[in-house]
């Protein structure tokens, strides 16, 4: 349940009508969505070692309806935390999803050899698309988490970047031994 009054209309969405810089934060959002240079599984492992350094359920549970012929399956969402060891991702994937992670955790390390590998796989527009794509991720994802906003719901993207909320189903009863 949300911690502020939502007014009518899909909880996901209907927040940033409660504020004149919602509007703004929207378009800001799709156009991380829409515009980024990344490949799509780049930008989905960024998106998803995001996601779980936030606890944001939502954006734990978004999908992209026509991710799976891109590879984007269960196996590749399941191991973005065991990144280092998993051999399903690509080394941008893998830096990507590095960049991420250290955006999120350990932004103030100095790591000079993590910023050669980086520029040597990504050109520089390439980074700033990454790191503008991960600081979206990052306010968007904890504003939703703090506010539990939309917190019992999943997320299908479309190729025509619409976005579609559904509920998750409700957590399966323990068996007792």
Known sequence: MARIDLPPGDELTAWLTLSPLGERLGAFAEAVYARSRLSLREFEAARM?????????????????????????AAFYANVARWREHPGYSERE???????????????????????????AYSDGEVVDLAIEVAELVGAGRILRMLDIAQTCGLT??????????????????RSA
């Open 49 to 73: 070692r995001v996601a779980l350094s936030n606890g944001c359920t939502t954006c734990l549970n978004t999908r992209h309806a026509e991710g799976e012929a891109q590879g984007l399956v």
């Open 94 to 120: 893998r830096l990507a999803i590095e960049f991420a992670e250290r955006f999120c955790e350990r932004w103030q390390d100095d790591d000079p050899a993590f910023w050669q590998r980086l520029r040597a």
């Open 157 to 174: 993207i479309h190729a025509d970047r619409r976005m579609e909320l559904h509920p998750l189903p409700a957590p399966r009863a323990r």
